[in-house]
């Protein structure tokens, strides 16, 4: 018996704030975690299907987290135009069990991050104040974010200015920043009165 048949892979698209990024999401645990692809080549060293979607002309960005797929598209292509080839992709591809993301990929990433100065140590009253900008952020934003297909992290933190990451739709959003603005920065200063700015890097 055919076991794809018995339990077959769903699929449907879900829009952004991005009007470049469109979500992708199936009914299968894709990656348990995040995982960011901007360019070609750290799609060819991380993840098969990453490396796949950078082949067709239109993919700019591909974004991996729990049971989706955010693809961010070049400007002159239309989703209208390129939507289906895309969502039959990653249909078939799922279905027939193929690689996501090579082993150790975590790892990496981690070890990245700390090399970005992402975990250097705080100390003191600094600590405290860092602790409760990223539990706010994980508890609060990162839910919020994850819905439109994309993600933030927390960067660094000095004298009242709060650095964060954007990631997979949220990169290059014309609405991120007014999200950022409006809505991260205005909870982040009600929450914690040391917290004066908050500024994006891209990841």
């Given at each position: 018996m055919d076991t794809k048949?018995?339990?077959?892979?769903m699929l449907y698209t879900e829009?952004?704030?991005?009007?470049?990024?469109?979500?992708?999401?199936?009914n299968r645990m894709l990656y348990r975690g995040t995982a960011d692809f901007r360019t070609e080549a750290l799609a060819n060293e991380w993840s098969p299907l990453a490396t796949e979607l950078f082949k067709m002309?239109?993919?700019?960005?591909?974004?991996?987290?729990?049971?989706?797929?955010?693809?961010?598209?070049?400007?002159?292509?239309?989703?209208?135009?390129?939507?289906?080839?895309?969502?039959?992709?990653i249909k078939e591809y799922v279905s027939e069990g193929k690689e996501i993301l090579k082993e150790g990929f975590e790892e990496a990433m981690a070890k990245l991050e700390e090399e970005k100065g992402v975990a250097y140590q705080y100390e003191g009253e600094?600590?405290?104040?860092?602790?409760?900008?990223?539990?706010?952020?994980?508890?609060?934003?990162?839910?919020?974010?994850?819905?439109?297909?994309?993600?933030?992290?927390?960067k660094s933190y000095d004298k009242g200015k709060?650095?964060?990451?954007?990631?997979?739709?949220?990169?290059?959003?014309?609405?991120?920043?007014?999200?950022?603005?409006?809505?991260i920065e205005g909870m982040l200063k009600r929450m914690v009165p040391e917290v004066t700015e908050v500024v994006a890097e891209m990841g």
């Open positions: 048949t018995a339990n077959p892979v829009q952004t704030p991005n009007p470049d990024s469109l979500k992708f999401v199936t002309p239109f993919v700019e960005g591909v974004y991996i987290c729990n049971n989706f797929v955010t693809i961010t598209k070049g400007m002159n292509y239309a989703w209208e135009d390129i939507m289906l080839n895309a969502k039959e992709f600094e600590a405290e104040i860092v602790k409760k900008i990223k539990d706010l952020i994980d508890k609060y934003v990162k839910p919020a974010v994850e819905m439109d297909g994309g993600n933030i992290e927390f709060v650095a964060v990451i954007l990631q997979g739709s949220c990169s290059g959003c014309p609405s991120s920043t007014v999200t950022l603005k409006s809505g």
